[in-house]
């Protein structure tokens, strides 16, 4: 029986560096997301709507690079390509966006942030809902082991 994760075969080192490459992203945009209390709390002089306005002209200056890195001059075309869904998404993001800093501005860190560590745990409600996709048994031990830390934050607080 093969020790590799889903879609990884253990003879192929192109897909193990894949692998790797999507834990260490995954990683560092769990490091990332666990600074944004910290670092919007830096910000004394700011309220919250100069804050989503230089996070979201900062996100669309790095959105544009990495669209001309991939598609050249046609920026506009890969807009294009993207479709409807993709309007959907990007809406979505937007309001989780702007969500999270006035989330807190207005609450404490530790309360914000909780709320986000829940999460993953609804969009895997909303993907076995909405989508119909399965649900392994370890991941579904890995997301309860994760809702009783979220419990015992919880408990904690109050």
Do not use: K, N
């Not at 004394?44 to 002209?57: F, H, K, P, T, V």
């Not at 979505?92 to 914000?112: D, E, K, N, R």
Request: glycine share 10%; charged share 15%.
């Amino acid at each position: 029986m093969s020790s590799a994760p889903p879609g990884v075969t253990d003879g192929s080192s192109a897909m193990d560096a894949e692998y790797r490459r999507g834990v260490v992203l995954v990683m560092l945009a769990g490091a990332c997301w666990s600074l944004g209390g910290l670092l919007v709390r830096l910000v004394e002089d700011a309220g919250e709507w100069q804050i989503l306005l230089y996070r979201s002209a900062t996100l669309v200056v790095v959105l544009l690079v990495v669209l001309w890195s991939r598609y050249g001059g046609d920026i506009a075309g890969a807009f294009r390509r993207a479709g409807f869904a993709s309007v959907i998404g990007a809406a979505c993001i937007a309001t989780a966006f702007a969500s999270f800093i006035f989330a807190l501005t207005h609450a404490s860190v530790a309360t914000a942030t909780l709320l986000l560590s829940t999460a993953p745990f609804l969009s895997a409600v909303m993907a076995r809902l909405v989508l119909g996709e399965q649900v392994r048994r370890g991941t579904l031990i890995a997301m309860t082991v994760a809702l009783a830390g979220v419990v015992v934050m919880m408990v904690r607080r109050l």
